[in-house]
């Protein structure tokens, strides 16, 4: 275990104070997550942009801690499909708590057989109960930011999202974003 501590959260940047790991994925680090592979290629050979960074708190992932951390994803589409997360399901199954920070998106839950959305805004709380794998989607034009905190010893399993999907896919619509079953192809 580590000392009570606190961790200032910086606004400006989405960034921890102290800070543990910050990790950043760019599109090239997407493969196979956008229906539109072409469109996905393109992006990824032109200026292969950064999708979304996570900045995590000094807490380890251990057993009986609470670790948290910052996702900012950035505003932006690939044939139509908002910029999202890769998104994973915890081997260990426990639950999470999602708090919106700024920004507007989506929390993306599927169990394998039902999918579910949640819309996030700044003060939104999501929960994702165990056995539930999650994705957060971009769907406004500034970034979106929350926080996430997940017990220690849940794990990360991406390989389940790349064989099971998420159930739907989440596309740019006229008004509101569009939920469209996951294996149809990009308008
Ligand atoms: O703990 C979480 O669920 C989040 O902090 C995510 O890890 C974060 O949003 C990045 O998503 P992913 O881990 O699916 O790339
Ligand atoms: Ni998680």
Redesign the pocket.
Known sequence: PIDPMSVTFRSATGGMSPSGPVLS?RMSDLEGLFADTAAWQEARDGADPVV?E?ASSPVPEAPGELPQ?I?TIHPGAVGGEFHM????QHPNPQG?IYFGLSGTGGLLLFDGTTPKWIPMSPGVIGYIPPGWA???VNTGDEPYRFL?V?PGDAG?D?GWVLEHGMGWRVRRGAGEPQLVPFQSEPV
């Open positions: 994925r979304y996570v951390s996702t997360t890769k998104g994973h999470e999650h994705r957060s996430a997940y990360h991406y």
